[in-house]
T-cell receptor
Framework: DAGVTQSPTHLIKTRGQQVTLRCSPK?????VSWYQQALGQGPQFIFQ???????QRGNFPDRFSGHQFPNYSSELNVNALLLGDSALYLC????????????FGSGTRLTVV | KQEVTQIPAALSVPEGENLVLNCSFTDSAIYNLQWFRQDPGKGLTSLLL?????REQTSGRLNASLDKSSGRSTLYIAASQPGDSATYLCAAAYGQNFVFGPGTRLSVLP
């Protein structure tokens, strides 16, 4: 039973560029949440997707956007990258509608130079 | 504002010691509380999940307690081992998302 899969594992981007991160949820899960974890800090909630719609959003600017596909996989897009966007981006899946019992992926390490 | 704090920020102990990690949350209206382990540069591994109606959960050498009224949770690790070295994060579930603490960085010395 595959867990949560994220790709790529690492990438380096230049300030001002755009990036797309991908997540495949655990089998049987229909909800995907994205978190940003800066070095030495706890993860911060970006947004959650359920039934292909953004259900809830944290305190992140509109440069952060997402999408959920009919197969429940999800993408996180970040435009106009800033140095401060360098972080570990974590995807978590769960079964929607009920309080979360998350399964986390291993994350994508984004470095903005 | 919903906030989660963890004490201590870092902890270094000799192998074999029993230890307690503390977590506090400001808003007691949680759905559940979860403890995670994170190895350097890696994702999160769920250790224990305590539903809001529960008082504690146990898994092997780990025991987590929850006191909603006081906004506190503790993670007890018995007979610590070098392999327990990692960052431990607690997360309070509000609605559909978690609010995470900053973590406790644990080092168990052989």
């Amino acid at each position: 039973d595959a867990g949560v899969t994220q790709s790529p594992t690492h990438l380096i981007k230049t300030r001002g560029q755009q990036v797309t991160l991908r997540c495949s949820p655990k089998s049987g899960h229909d909800t995907v949440s994205w978190y940003q974890q800066a070095l030495g800090q706890g993860p911060q909630f970006i947004f959650q997707y359920y039934e292909e719609e953004e259900r809830q959003r944290g305190n992140f600017p509109d440069r952060f956007s997402g999408h959920q596909f009919p197969n429940y996989s999800s993408e996180l897009n970040v435009n106009a990258l800033l140095l401060g966007d360098s972080a570990l981006y974590l995807c978590a899946s769960s079964l929607g509608g009920s309080p979360p019992g998350y399964t986390f992926g291993s994350g994508t390490r984004l470095t903005v130079v | 504002k919903q906030e989660v704090t963890q004490i201590p920020a870092a902890l270094s102990v000799p192998e074999g010691e029993n230890l307690v990690l503390n977590c506090s949350f400001t808003d007691s209206a949680i759905y559940n509380l979860q403890w995670f382990r994170q190895d350097p540069g890696k994702g999160l591994t769920s250790l224990l999940l305590i539903q809001s109606s529960q008082r504690e959960q146990t898994s092997g050498r780990l025991n987590a307690s929850l006191d909603k009224s006081s906004g506190r949770s503790t993670l007890y690790i018995a007979a610590s081992q070098p392999g327990d070295s990692a960052t431990y994060l607690c997360a309070a579930a509000y609605g559909q998302n978690f609010v995470f603490g900053p973590g406790t960085r644990l080092s168990v010395l052989p």
